[in-house]
């Protein structure tokens, strides 16, 4: 038992802050602390589950259920109160993106799927393994996720179109198309 609870201990020390931040960007800051212990409880009880070298984004997935309960927990004290469902109290994962107006509207166009996908790579860094562990999707599908999240924000800001990123080069333009003498 002393070799799993020093292996545990590693895990923990090492992987808090990345927990803590991706908790942070999720939830109100007061419920950060009590949900990053909640991951690590079910980590420790669960630690035969894990692969090794994959801790931190089977962590992000316990995270991700933590938030979710800690959501619908929120919801069902709401709805016995009869209020109505409040917004969530903590600033979003893309609060950053608010000091550009243009990307803050882009943003919010966008599919949680592809904010999900594009605020698990980008802002917490996780690489494709990881993001897709922690989705619960393959590598691959996590790629295409990530490739369309990317092309959906790029249109949302206006980026290159298909005309500009050379798709449409062989085709004739309409406009001279009509004008040829």
Aim: aromatic share 6%; glycine share 4%; hydrophobic share 50%.
């Amino acid at each position: 038992m002393p070799d799993a609870r020093a292996e545990f201990d590693s895990v923990y020390r090492r992987h808090l802050p990345a927990v803590s931040a991706y908790l942070a960007r999720r939830v109100a800051s007061d419920e950060v602390e009590d949900l990053a212990a909640d991951v690590f409880a079910i980590a420790w009880r669960k630690r035969d589950a894990v692969t090794p070298g994959e801790e931190l984004p089977w962590l992000y997935r316990i995270a991700s259920y933590q938030v979710a309960n800690l959501r619908r927990r929120a919801a069902v004290r709401a709805s016995a109160l009869a209020l109505f469902a409040a917004p969530d109290s903590a600033p979003p994962a893309d609060t950053f993106i608010d000091r550009d107006p243009e990307l803050a509207a882009a943003w919010r166009q966008l599919s949680t799927t592809h904010r999900e996908v594009l605020a698990l790579v980008v802002l917490d860094g996780a690489t494709v393994a990881e993001a897709a562990i922690a989705l619960g999707v393959s590598a691959n599908a996590l790629s295409i996720r990530l490739h369309r999240a990317k092309r959906a924000l790029a249109e949302q800001l206006g980026g290159p179109r298909r005309e500009q990123a050379g798709d449409a080069a062989d085709a004739p333009d309409e406009r001279s198309a009509g004008t040829a003498t």
